[in-house]
């Protein structure tokens, strides 16, 4: 009798997160290991695109993207610095469907935890070795926990602990930016548009806003250079005056959400060199794990929903009683050479609307 592969994820990010969702949609066994001792997320955006949101809804989260999203619409539009228009933003996909969302991060994980059975989620568990055999891969924790599972997905972010078992060990490369993030409520802002993202570049910097929390909070993000090689870090405070210094001249629309931020965030941008494979055997890598990227085009982690649902579609045509049959099939999606393969395509369609579905793959 055929049997599918046991996963077991290393990271509960929104990569880790809709990796389970996806796996357990196509009726594999996953199990996933946060080193944190409660999964969370910091008080900042994410824009969520048609690429992801179709995703999202084949494993039946549509009802919650609707909820605890904010959907942008056409009045979206770049400006020059001084807040002369430069162009629309594309808020559709290919088809003309809309489904970009500002999303509340912390708001994106608690809805992806929600929609797992109970007892998938393992906190506290920092994973610090990994070996695999023909037969399984094990992962040991910094608690002293041990797991095993036909398959480990290492979705543990840009500085991942299991990505040195693929490839050699590498730093992340600095881009010589920092991001200033925060939010402020609707409250606060009670004229902002809030059915539309909104950027203006200028020189070497650039703003944007967008609303999240189903439109009762609005998100900025201000790019600015500097030569201070911070640590990468999710949650370094900043000062809301030197923001505002940054942004000083700018478009007025700017001023008005500054004026209104106590506190913000900083974060240093940092990329990595591409690998040439993001797969080993048993262990493959997902996300920022494998594949880092600036934030400049918001699709960090619309990319590591991608590779989730990619790697459940691959790993549920795997049967484990055939010979070397997991490590060929994550060979096949978890290589960034993958153009033209289309073993990754659903096989399987839950979701609504299966013409818009089916358009991505034969
Ligand atoms: C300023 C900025 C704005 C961005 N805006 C967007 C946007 O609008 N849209 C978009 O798509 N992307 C955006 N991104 C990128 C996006 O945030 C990331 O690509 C995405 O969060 C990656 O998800 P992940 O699950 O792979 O990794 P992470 O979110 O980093 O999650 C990794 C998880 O693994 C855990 N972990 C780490 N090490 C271990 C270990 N050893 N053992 C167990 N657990 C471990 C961590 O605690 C964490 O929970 C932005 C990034 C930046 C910097």
Redesign the pocket.
């Known amino acids: 009798m055929a049997s599918r592969p046991n996963v077991l994820i290393?990271?509960?990010?929104?990569?880790?997160?809709?990796a389970a969702n996806a796996l357990i949609g196509q009726g594999l066994r996953a199990s996933v290991?946060?080193?944190?001792s409660a999964?969370g997320?910091i008080g900042?955006?994410?824009?969520?695109?048609p690429n992801?949101v179709r995703h999202l809804e084949r494993v039946g989260l549509a009802p919650s993207v609707e909820r605890w999203g904010a959907r942008v619409g056409p009045g979206s539009f770049y400006f020059r610095h001084d807040g002369t228009p430069i162009a629309p933003v594309q808020v559709t996909d290919a088809s003309g469907w809309n489904a970009t969302f500002?999303m509340h991060?912390a708001d994106f994980?608690d809805f992806l935890a929600a929609n797992l059975p109970a007892g998938i989620v393992h906190t506290g568990?920092?994973?610090?070795a990994f070996e695999q055999t023909d037969d399984v891969a094990r992962v040991e924790?910094?608690n002293g926990a041990i797991a095993e599972a036909d398959v480990v997905v290492a979705?543990?972010?840009?500085?991942?602990?299991?990505r040195s078992y693929v490839f050699p060990p590498s730093k992340p490369v600095f881009h010589g930016t920092i991001?200033y993030?925060g939010l402020v409520s609707r409250e606060r802002l009670p004229n902002w548009p809030m059915d539309r993202w909104q950027m203006w570049a200028g020189p070497s910097r650039h703003f944007l806003v967008f609303p999240v929390r189903h439109g009762t909070m609005v998100n900025y993000?201000g790019?600015v250079p500097t030569d201070e090689e911070m640590k990468e870090s999710w949650s370094a405070p900043g000062d809301p005056a030197v923001l505002r210094r940054e942004f000083e001249g700018w478009d007025p629309r700017i001023a008005d959400v500054l004026q209104q931020v106590d506190k913000t965030f900083r974060?240093a941008?940092y990329d990595r060199e591409p690998l040439p494979t993001w797969t080993k055997g048993r262990l493959t890598l997902?996300?920022?794990?494998?594949h880092?990227?600036?934030?400049h085009?918001?699709?960090?982690?619309?990319?590591?929903?991608e590779?989730g649902m990619a790697l459940a579609t691959i790993l549920a045509q795997v049967d484990t009683s055939g010979v070397g049959g997991v490590a060929a099939r994550l060979r096949a999606v978890a290589s960034p050479a993958r153009g033209g393969d289309s073993a990754w395509c659903p096989t399987k369609w839950t979701a609504p609307r299966l013409d818009r579905h089916r358009s991505q793959c034969p």
Do not use: C, K
Not at 125 to 128: E, F, G, Q, S, V
């Open positions: 290393i990271g509960g990010g929104i990569g880790g997160l809709f290991y946060e080193q944190a999964l997320e900042a955006g994410v824009f969520v695109t992801a500002g991060r994980v568990h920092r994973a610090i924790f910094a979705a543990d972010g840009i500085h991942s602990a299991l991001s993030r993000v790019f974060w941008l997902l996300g920022d794990a494998a880092p990227m600036l934030p085009l918001g699709q960090g982690a619309n990319q590591a929903i590779d």
